[in-house]
């Protein structure tokens, strides 16, 4: 809604506002831009112009959506949903991801689903074999391996030190 407002308020034509994107009917001026530009900064947005950057965003953003908020990861490979999802060769996804970013897809999904397993293993009744399960790992060993790797704690580590914390906070 702010970003129609602020559009109309430069007198800019748009076809389509969707999240993250906006297709305008006509060109837009460098003062157009510029004005739009600190707008959306205010309100704690930004104007990206750059393709890559604005396909990495995409990129973070299936990624996000599918760890964080459905209800089970999907069913076939991560890169062919996320290519699927986008409409772009992964290989081109992965590369450019990479040159953006400066990490692989695989990391980056790696980082979420260890982030994912957290917040499982804090705020869920699951147990660790569920919550493998639930994140398509291959096996309760290779979540814990994954997990030690990327937090330099075990699962079950990580779980007795958040819950020493929330009993502590509670006493306070």
Same mark, same amino acid.
């Given at each position: 809604m702010l970003v129609k407002v602020e %559009?109309?308020?430069l007198g800019l034509r748009h076809r389509t506002i969707e999240l993250g994107e906006v297709e305008l009917l006509e060109d837009i001026t460098p003062s157009q831009r510029e004005q739009l530009n600190r !707008? #959306?900064?205010?309100?704690? #947005?930004? %104007?990206? @112009?750059?393709?890559?950057a604005m396909i990495v965003e995409k990129i973070k953003g299936v990624i996000i959506e599918m760890?964080? $908020?459905? @209800?089970e990861p999907p069913l076939?490979? $991560? !890169?062919?949903?996320? !290519?699927?999802?986008?409409?772009y060769d992964y290989t081109y996804l992965a590369n450019l991801f990479s040159e953006v970013r400066g990490t692989t897809i695989e990391? $980056?999904?790696?980082i979420h689903k260890i982030e994912r397993v957290k917040e499982l293993l804090v705020y869920d009744d699951l147990n660790l074999t569920e919550i493998a399960y639930k994140l398509h790992y291959s096996s309760v060993s290779h979540l814990s391996n994954? *997990?030690?790797?990327t937090t330099g704690l075990t699962p079950s580590h990580f779980k007795k #030190?958040?819950?020493?914390? *929330?009993?502590?906070l509670d006493n306070l």
């Open positions: %559009l109309e308020k !707008s #959306l900064k205010k309100a704690g #947005l930004e %104007l990206m @112009d750059d393709k890559k760890i964080h $908020y459905a @209800d076939t490979k $991560y !890169s062919v949903y996320i !290519s699927e999802k986008l409409n990391q $980056y999904i790696i994954q *997990f030690k790797k #030190l958040k819950k020493k914390r *929330f009993k502590n």
